[in-house]
């Protein structure tokens, strides 16, 4: 895999590097909130956090933004760890806790109140709303702001000791009530709320706010970039009057670029929880979800995801993805690597009349053209088979070349094989078809020069095994679920999964957990974790055809 090309950022690093503006070291992190499990939207992230690190021969820190305990838990933190690691990215010792930081925090926060800086207020929520003002009007000054630095101290350290209800009061950063930025007015910096935190039990009543908590995660790990999406652009000037009024040397800078969106897809952790809370997935895991896990259990490859984050590249330009370009990505990997196999989904028998006493000789089929390295393997070739019902149509309409009465076509990697006869059922239902097959045909040509239009597959029906197959599609119906005020549940498609039973060659039936293959013809399938033994489950992963570019 290439590095990525030069985007805005990747230059900004590179300007750091040429005015040694760090020393040459580039420290990047990637911060999620462990909160709920990754999705493609974090791919993005993680590819420009590990990215911009591993091509400047840096390091990217993988921290736990675990500072508002709510509804963070250690069952996200293990799935993280796991996504990023399998993303193909490497943390190495720097896995940190933004809540290791606690103590720290509070100290910095005893700096800025010594330094007059920050203030306790007891505002109620509904006077601070009315206070902070709008942006046509400047806000107003709480009573707090003018308390003694003594008083500030004393109001604090009884506030994290638990003397007060929760919300009674807040911990403000002292700036500019008519900023013009809101998030400039004084912002809250510490709360009081009595959560249980996941790693720190009751230790902490009070709880740092994001925007001071941010900066200083960052500085005391010492990155050097710091790279957000766009939403925090606004939150820019604080990140930095907090790292200035405490003094820190060779701050980090953060940098923001804007978010993947995916058509066809949800991405907000409210949304997903709400999918599976709800049951309309199996899970975080389900194969249509846009998690990590799920598209890992869909059968998408690391290096698709990858490569569709290097294809959309790094900008400011809030833009929609097509989804089509994640398949046609994950087609151009699987294409290279996946090894092919015959598989019918909806079967229909054929005999072969002239199959001879004595038997056929095995048939050679390649592995994989793309990858002679990957071998070939041996088709029996029997006396019953199955192929696809849509393989065949008892009137055929113009431009259908497959199997009709009287029509000849080639079996991959058999002969040609001649419809003799279509016996149908009471209800007129086709139900077998009596074929010949020649076998001067063998290896896929006629030594007397006629040709046939169809290659069709097939299996045997003596050797073949059955086995689930799950064929998804698209979760949505609509290309921005949720958008101008729609509810995303209406618009669930309700195809959006179908299990079929199949019946496969033989070779792939044993295929552990999370093998790809291709069934050809028909599209790229993954074995799912639900396989037992002697009994295989095949995930759809994505069909043959490319939609991209057309
Ligand atoms: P939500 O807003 O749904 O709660 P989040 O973005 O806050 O999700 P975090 O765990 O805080 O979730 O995200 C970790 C990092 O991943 C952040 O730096 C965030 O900007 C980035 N990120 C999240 N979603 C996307 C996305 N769709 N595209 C690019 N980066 C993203
Ligand atoms: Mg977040
Ligand atoms: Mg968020």
């Given at each position: 895999e290439n590095n990525a090309p030069l985007d805005f950022i990747r230059e900004i690093v590179a300007e750091d590097l040429r005015s040694n503006k760090n020393g040459g070291k580039v420290i990047t992190r990637f911060p999620p909130e462990p909160n709920g499990y990754l999705h493609i939207g974090h791919a993005k992230a993680i590819c420009l956090d590990f990215g911009v690190a591993a091509e400047n021969n840096g390091r990217c820190h993988l921290r736990f933004?675990?500072?508002?305990?709510?509804?963070?838990d250690t069952e996200y933190v293990e799935s993280i760890i796991n996504d990023v690691k399998w993303l193909g990215f490497d943390f190495g010792e720097h896995l940190y806790y933004a809540s290791d930081y606690f103590e720290r925090m509070y100290e910095c926060a005893v700096t800025l109140i010594r330094k007059g800086l920050a203030y306790v207020c007891d505002l109620s929520p509904d006077e601070w709303d009315e206070y902070r003002g709008n942006l046509s009007a400047p806000g107003r000054e709480s009573p707090?702001?003018?308390?003694?630095v003594e008083e500030n101290l004393a109001l604090f350290e009884r506030m994290k000791a638990g003397?007060?209800?929760?919300?009674a009061m807040v911990l403000r950063a002292?700036?500019?009530?008519?900023?013009?930025?809101?998030?400039?007015?004084?912002?809250?910096i510490y709360r009081i709320r009595r959560v249980h935190h996941f790693?720190?039990?009751?230790?902490?009543?009070i709880y740092p706010m994001y925007d001071f908590a941010h900066p200083l995660e960052d500085a005391f790990e010492g990155v050097t970039h710091s790279f957000c999406t766009l939403e925090f652009e606004i939150h820019r000037p604080l990140y930095d009057w907090v790292l200035q009024a405490l003094d820190f040397k060779n701050p980090p800078v953060q940098t923001e670029f804007s978010r993947l969106n995916l058509t066809y897809t949800v991405m907000s952790k409210r949304k997903l929880l709400q999918l599976v809370k709800e049951h309309?997935?199996?899970?975080?895991?389900?194969?249509?979800?846009?998690t990590i896990c799920g598209m890992r259990r869909r059968g998408i490859p690391a290096a698709a995801i990858r490569k569709l984050c290097r294809t959309v590249g790094v900008t400011k330009f809030e833009a929609l993805t097509d989804i089509a370009l994640l398949e046609h990505c994950v087609r151009e990997e699987l294409n290279a690597t996946a090894p092919r196999y015959l598989a019918v989904l909806d079967p229909l028998k054929v005999t072969?009349?002239?199959?001879?006493?004595?038997g056929v000789p095995e048939l050679d089929a390649v592995n994989n053209p793309e990858d002679p390295s990957a071998g070939s393997r041996k088709l029996a070739f029997t006396r019953e088979l199955y192929i696809e019902?849509?393989?065949?149509?008892?009137?055929p309409v113009k431009g259908y070349f497959r199997l009709a009465p009287g029509r000849e076509v080639r079996l991959r990697y058999g002969y040609f094989i001649k419809c003799e006869e279509a016996v149908t059922d009471a209800d007129g239902n086709v139900v077998e078809l009596k074929c010949t097959f020649d076998?001067?045909?063998?290896?896929?040509?006629a030594p007397d020069g006629r040709k046939v239009k169809g290659t069709i597959h097939w299996v045997s029906a003596e050797t073949a095994i059955p086995a689930e197959v799950r064929l998804y599609d698209r979760l949505?119906?609509?290309?921005?679920?949720?958008?101008?005020?729609?509810?995303?549940?209406?618009?669930?498609?309700?195809?959006?999964v179908k299990i079929v039973e199949a019946l496969i060659e033989?070779?792939?039936?044993?295929?552990?957990?999370?093998s790809s293959v291709q069934f050809e013809r028909s599209g790229y399938y993954c074995v799912d974790p639900d396989s037992k033994p002697g009994r295989s489950v095949f995930n759809?992963?994505?069909?043959?055809k490319d939609s991209w570019g057309n």
């Open positions: 933004d675990d500072t508002n305990p709510t509804k963070e707090g702001r003018s308390r003694s003397e007060f209800e929760d919300g002292r700036i500019d009530m008519a900023s013009p930025n809101i998030h400039m007015r004084d912002p809250v790693r720190h039990g009751d230790k902490w009543c309309h997935v199996s899970g975080w895991d389900d194969p249509r979800m846009p072969i009349t002239n199959y001879p006493a004595e019902k849509s393989d065949f149509m008892l009137e076998p001067e045909t063998r290896g896929g040509s949505f119906t609509v290309e921005q679920p949720g958008a101008d005020g729609a509810d995303f549940l209406t618009q669930l498609n309700p195809g959006s033989p070779a792939p039936a044993g295929l552990p957990a999370g759809r992963t994505v069909t043959l």
